[in-house]
DNA sequence: TAAAAATACTCCATAGGTATTTTAT
DNA sequence: ATAAAATACCTATGGAGTATTTTTA
């Protein structure tokens, strides 16, 4: 049995005609004559009872009809199906946020998908560091990664979508979260609660944003996550220095104070020139337009 | 696109392999090569990412390998169904029931009929009288019909299912309600509440009962069912004399009472020599062991 | 270098066409 | 008498086979 069977069974069982069918269908009638009959042959089932006059469906026509015509739409709803995914307008794209980036990125980001791509399903990793979302782009188990420049050059392609000023959280009881405004310079001596890992990206624009300021850091704690970080620092065991969209996490005991003289660190849209399918590329270019 | 590059591709997917699947499909390997890349041109959409040392399911194939499966599931499920319509196993089998033979032997029927053939569907047509289900019969809008011979002898056949004696209906304050045992004699000079029409079988049988006792009922009203018969005696509006099944529906103000001396009335199940499918066979057949 | 997919080419099975017959209304 | 399905027969497309080449792990 082939799909022409049913194909040619159907429109004939619609109009009760063979001749009928067979212009609908493009071919002469001797073939759809044939083809029923062998349909009917292999399931061994009289579909149509017809005389050279009329033509009639039987009960287990009426049922194989119906049959016929479920098979033929999921055939459709198959291919349709295909190549909206083929063509990037169906899928599902995994996307990695690396600290905070989550909280202020993320609702804009994924309104604009849901918009532009309603059939696009997002798979959201998010407090991730920016190595391990380079490794995940490199082994395919991230589409796209919100990340902190720079990245190791084997691949992995990026586009700055933000260059974010570092701010100070402070405990609501320290001296600094009430005075006028803050520069670096008012954090020496303090004890610093940092990101875990020497190569995070923030931590470096930290340590020479202090060294600008003429002083090192004093390294007290560390947090493996901005969430983290932030409770120590409502603790009372330090200040933080943190990108401004930590501000997108409220937490009670702790005040965020701009950050007078101090770097400013980037947030890129970074993806894998190998594994970057159509759909991750209409992914970028909705994107491009939210973060232009 | 045919069901063979459904099936063909499907294979590949699953194994992985063009020639393991050539294989399982016994075709040659490069038949496989050429359906698979029909399928893709057709497409126009890559399925299976392909070196001459691996096979992988792109995302897409994925997707769609997920929809052949659909459809070939949906291709055998059709074709084993209509096998069973066709064999009499599956359908819908509608059946009319005479009076009160609805309430005294649907149940038995329906619960054998849901035990010997489980995919058989029943449709009830209740309370018709015997010349409207033989025109039924005749018609094709019924399949089997309980009713009370005899049948006019165009095409309908019937086999008797069961003899069952007259009884009669009384108010429960009727002088007949209460005293030892009753018959026919008992009736004369009653109202009587008869079926309505001169054709039905049970009114004929009551005729004759008076008849053979010397006497001939005073029919007062009529009622076109079993149910609304029973309604009127219960208001007191005469005596009914009614098949035993009636006591089936049992009516507050209403006393049953064996009838001595009367005819019996006998239910026949009934089809159409033209109209008989397997189905309507297989029915019959289970009906068999039921009355037997 | 060896396993496996793709390519080249051939053949015949069969889908589909034309002409004609049969049949029921 | 006629419309319409079935039958008979023919043609040619293309599905599937064998032999060979290409490719990459």
Redesign the pocket.
Known sequence: M?L?HLR?FAT?AET???????EVL?????????????LEQELGVEL?A??????RVTPAGEFFLAEAWRVLDAVDAGVHGVRRIADGRRGLVRIGFTGTSAFSHLPHLARAVKQELPEVELEIHADLLTPAQCAGLRAGTLDLAVLRPPVPGDGVEFRVIEAEPLVVAVPVDHRLASVGSVSVGDLRGEPFVTYAGKDSVVNEAVVRSCHSAGFAPRREHEAASTAVLLALVAGGLGVGVVPASARSLPLPGVVFRDLTGAATVRLALAWHREHASPLVRAVLDVLGDVFP
């Open positions: 082939e022409r040619y004939v009760c005609h063979f001749g009928r069918a067979a493009h071919v002469a009638q001797p073939a759809l004559s044939h083809a029923v009959r062998q149509l017809r005389t050279t006059r009329q033509v």
